[in-house]
C-alpha cells in the first residue's frame, strides 16, 4: 500500500520521480481506490458536485503536422478533410448558447489556411456575440506574437498538450521538425500572455514508461497550469501505430485521481477518448476526481471526419442530445452541469 505518499501528495509536498515512479508501477486496487476517494473529496470541497460543460467546435481537420499517433495527420491520404466558414462556427455558437454553454473551444489541426486575421476574425465575432462566454483555443503552436493577437481579439484559454515532458519519448511520437523544447515554450508563452491554460498528454502512448509518467507529472507541477487534459491513446488504423495497443482505464483514472489531488483546484475533464475505451468512462472519470466534461458542438455532418483515433463515440447524436444523455449520466452519480463560463478559482483549497 502507497497510501503514504498519497497523503503525502495531498498535503501540497511534491514526490519526487522515483516516489510517483513507484506509486504509479506497484499501486494495489486499494491504493487507486483510496486517490479516487481523496481526489473526489477534494473536487466536491471546490466545485460541490457542479461540472463544468464546454462546447467543443472542431472547425478544422487540416493538419500540416504529422504526428506518429493521430488520425488527422497529413500523411493520411484516406482522411476526408474540411473546414467549417464563419457562419458555420458561429451557428455552433448559437446552438451551444440556447443549450446553456458558456465555454467554447475551437480546436482544429495545425491548418495555415486559418490565418491570424481569420483566427482573429473568429474570435472577436464570437467574442461580440456573446460576451458573457469564454472562448478557448486548441490550435497547436504559434509565435508569441499570434498568441498575444488571439488574446487581444478575446480568447481567454488556451490547450496545448505538452504530449510528454520527455525529450526521448517525445522523439518517438514525432517527426523530426516537431520539438519537445518549442512545445514547452508555447506553453509558458501561454501563460506568460495571460491565458488561462491547459497541458497534458496521453495515458499509454507508444514507448512510454512509468518513468516518463513520473516527468509529466513534474512538469504539470512545475508548470501550473489551470488546466490538465489527459485521456487514453487510442491506435487510429491509417497512422504509424496501428498495432500499437490503447492506454488503459485504470491508468487513466489513477493518474487523474494524482492530478486532482496534486493540483486541486486545476479543470480537469473527463476527456472523450476516456468515454471511448469504456462505456461508462465519463463517470468513471468524475468519481476518479475530474470536473470537466467537453461535450461536441460540431455540425453532424463533420463529426465523423474529426477521427484522432478509432471508434470515437458521441458523432452521431445531435449535440443538445449529447447534453441530455450526459446530463442523465452526471446525474446518475449525483453530479449536474452549470450555466457557466467555469474559470480556474485562485483560491486556496483548504
Ligand atoms: N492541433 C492542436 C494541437 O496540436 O494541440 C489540437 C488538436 S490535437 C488533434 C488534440 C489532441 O488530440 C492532441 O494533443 C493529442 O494528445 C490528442 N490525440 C491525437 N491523437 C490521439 C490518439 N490516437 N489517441 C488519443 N488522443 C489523441
Not at 11 to 34: A, G, W
Not at 105 to 126: N, Y
Request: aromatic letters at 10%.
Amino acid at each position: 500500500m502507497f497510501t503514504s505518499l498519497i497523503d503525502k501528495l495531498e498535503k501540497e509536498e511534491i514526490l519526487t520521480q522515483e516516489e510517483f515512479s513507484e506509486l504509479i508501477k506497484n499501486r494495489t486496487k486499494e491504493d487507486e481506490e483510496y486517490a479516487a476517494k481523496k481526489a473526489r473529496s477534494i473536487a466536491d470541497s471546490i466545485f460541490a458536485n457542479k461540472i463544468y460543460l464546454r462546447g467543443l467546435i472542431e472547425f478544422t481537420n487540416y493538419c500540416k503536422n504529422d504526428c506518429f499517433y493521430c488520425g488527422i495527420r497529413c500523411s493520411n491520404k484516406q482522411a476526408d478533410r474540411y473546414r467549417l466558414s464563419l457562419e458555420e462556427i458561429m451557428s455552433c455558437c448559437e446552438n451551444g448558447y440556447k443549450l446553456g454553454f458558456r465555454t467554447f473551444v475551437l480546436q482544429g489541426g495545425e491548418d495555415p489556411w486559418f490565418t491570424d486575421a481569420l483566427m482573429i476574425d473568429i474570435i472577436k465575432s464570437i467574442r461580440a456575440a456573446y460576451p458573457d462566454c469564454a472562448i478557448t483555443l486548441s490550435i497547436g503552436e504559434k509565435s508569441e506574437e499570434s498568441y498575444r493577437a488571439y488574446f487581444a481579439a478575446g480568447a481567454d484559454r488556451y490547450l496545448l498538450r505538452h504530449e510528454t515532458a520527455t525529450d526521448a519519448h517525445y522523439r518517438k511520437l514525432h517527426p523530426e521538425n516537431l520539438s519537445l523544447e518549442n512545445r514547452k515554450n508555447c506553453l509558458h508563452t501561454l501563460k506568460k500572455i495571460g491565458f488561462q491554460t491547459g497541458c497534458g498528454f496521453m495515458v499509454g502512448s507508444p514507448f512510454q514508461t512509468t518513468d516518463d509518467i513520473a516527468r509529466d507529472l513534474l512538469f504539470i507541477h512545475e508548470l501550473k497550469p489551470q488546466m490538465v487534459g489527459i485521456g487514453p491513446f487510442i491506435p487510429h488504423a491509417q497512422t504509424p501505430f496501428a498495432d500499437k495497443v490503447a492506454g488503459t482505464l485504470q491508468d487513466t483514472l489513477f493518474l487523474l485521481s494524482l492530478i486532482r489531488i496534486m493540483e486541486k483546484n486545476v479543470l480537469l475533464p473527463a476527456t472523450t477518448a476516456l468515454a471511448t475505451i469504456d462505456a461508462n468512462g465519463r463517470e468513471k472519470g468524475i468519481l476518479s476526481g475530474a470536473n470537466v466534461v467537453m461535450p461536441n458542438l460540431s455540425p453532424l455532418g463533420v463529426r465523423k471526419k474529426y477521427t484522432l483515433y478509432d471508434g470515437k463515440v458521441c458523432t452521431g447524436d445531435e449535440a443538445a442530445e449529447c447534453k441530455m444523455c450526459l446530463e442523465r449520466r452526471l446525474k446518475s452519480i449525483g453530479y449536474e452541469t452549470v450555466v457557466s463560463r467555469g474559470d480556474y478559482s485562485y483560491r486556496d483549497y483548504s
